[in-house]
């Protein structure tokens, strides 16, 4: 029988979908299970998007351009320069989805042994998308104990290498939620323009961000002009997951000439979605103002009532809808799997993202969990009561099974 | 300034694709453009899927599940079952479009410096999937001269390294339209059981066989159980290229739990597309018979003016909507661009896509080129017109140029 791929044996198992099994299983036997695992936000999708698709007009179902149409990408343009970021249209290329921009900027500027630094814990995926191109990840830890800031330059310096093409940030972050501050963005961009290095930030979260703090766009430093590629996405900015719309912007030119000939070879983005995206930046400003309310409260609620269980401990997070919390056990992995397999409370219970699948340091992150507060208040309210009774009966246990 | 990658300097651009911007000019100058270069079919997408995307019913765009929903799956199963392949709903892997499906199984198959045997010509975007994974493709020539038949097994045996890992055939060919034998298929699965390969099968273009000729799946091969890995997709099966949604078949359960990792990473295909995609399986069959009829139509007239004219050859295509044809040119990369830059006959031009970027061995093709009859029969008359006349202004001015 014929071998897979040394490749396919490295590449990761999604740590926020590995425990779909177990919650399947859980379902079946009656118990309901509180999806707090994925980012798949509960928010419904704009009116104007489902509108355009139901009266989307054709007779052939046709390719894109393998960039995206003109059209769409000049409205683009607009909705660029609302966020502070000056782009032409031909300095976007559209993705399926924010994870083949990735995959095409890591292909067009990366080649087999080539490393990429970035700071975690950071989104799992990153690792598959640098497995697909046999890319190094060069992880530099940032700390649930002050909130996950960007760790110093130092740390940085200490581990580029001759074989460093570029670093890596999430902007707001998933998992951590922290928004870095301008000052922060300033030391990266130094550090990249030292070393002659990409600066890659996914962006995808731009629009949810707190507490009247200001999202800054790489794209809005003229100096990174050469460095800058943006990942985006309009699946969390208008809750529409299933498009697998995005977008790569960089006012590099080689770079955009070379991730065009990727986007070449598979022909063209979906043409549904590209409808939907396009119709999507119509949506009404009263839209976004009503979704970061609702994530504001639902994410004060959430801190606060995970902050009061005995042992927890959760940063508030700045941005995007993830909150990082260290738990009062010694392997998530075994504590998610076993509320799923073992645990109920009032006939539910809740599923999580074992976070040691967001570190690429082995053995990190073993306490701690990402939550996604894509769920209504009075969910997460029950969900914290559950997870605080079986963090309750988790400890009993364990220390029978230890006795 | 960062530099781009060796392999993105290496990845090819579109043959098919890259005249583009000269067709443009020409559309610019008033020329009407008669678009023979792309397999973008004019037939229309059926009415059923259509209809499904109007009254798709939802709230939340949510993701899929990464291999695709199970209810979509289990009627695929009886889609393959109609074409003679036993395979079950957790054998397929949804994808979006053919390209993802083999990106994908060359990643899952393949490491950097493996290789695969291609008979060339060969669609162009496998260049880009092997360069994508630096893995080296290894073309075997087929000939013109006898339709682009399957080489000889020597052929394969003399090219077959301890690096060989898999051998790859689209049946139907694009770009030839030739049509594989079921004697031909067993050749393959002797040396692939031989020299324990993966034989990948694109096999897209199932539906479009003529002549009473029948279609053999690799996957009906019960032997090669281990061994297939096959390509799908609804893009023209149903006329539906901006859907973008293909399938990964195999009953090779490592492959399939490999390639599962790496279509978790880029979470799922687009929702939309499945919708469309499900809905096509209710296509009547009165649809295939009409689109078939079409198809046989205006390639007989197409095989019938070309061979008319003088110094071109053309065989007779057995399958898919495309035909290879030797023209009385030196360089069809030149001639193909002349036609869309200096020539029009009654206010038209010729669109075609020189055959040079569909072998990976320099200079093979350079007097092909590939013809899609996606056309209907007035159009390809006034095509053909077109090329003869085109050929005329061509080959005279080259006299004069060359005194």
Known sequence: MPKISKKGELMPPSPIRKLVPF?????????????????????????????????????????????????????????YKSVGANIAADEIIETTGGSEALLFGFMATMDPGDEIIIPEPFYANYNGFATAGNIKVVPITSSIHNGFALPSIDEFEKNITSKTKAILICNPNNPTGYLYSIEELEQLKAIVLKHDLFLFADEVYREFVYDGKKHTSILSMPELAQHAIVVDSISKRYSACGARLGALITKNKDVLATVLKFAQAR?????????????????????????????ISRRNLLVELLNKIDGVKCPMPGGAFYAMAQLPVKDTDHFCQWMLEKFSHNGSTVMM???????????????????????????????????????????????????
Chains 1, 2 share one sequence.
């Open 23 to 79: 919650a399947t299983e859980a379902k079946k036997r009656g118990v309901k299970v509180i999806h707090l695992n994925i980012g798949q936000p509960d928010i419904e999708t704009p009116l104007v998007v489902r509108d355009a698709i139901k009266n989307f007009d054709y007779k052939v179902l046709s390719y894109l351009n393998s960039e995206g149409s003109e059209k769409y990408r000049l409205k683009l343009v607009d909705y």
């Open 267 to 295: 022909l063209s983005s979906p043409t549904y979605s590209e409808v939907a995206a396009e119709a999507a930046l119509e949506t009404p400003a009263s839209y976004f103002e009503g979704v970061n309310k609702e994530y």
């Open 353 to 403: 993202a074992p976070a040691g699948g967001f570190y690429a340091t082995k053995d990190l992150g073993k306490s701690e969990v990402r939550i996604a507060y894509v769920l209504e208040s009075a969910e997460i309210k029950e969900a914290a009561e559950c997870l605080e009774k079986g963090l309750e009966q988790y400890a009993s246990e364990q220390l029978t099974t230890n006795n």
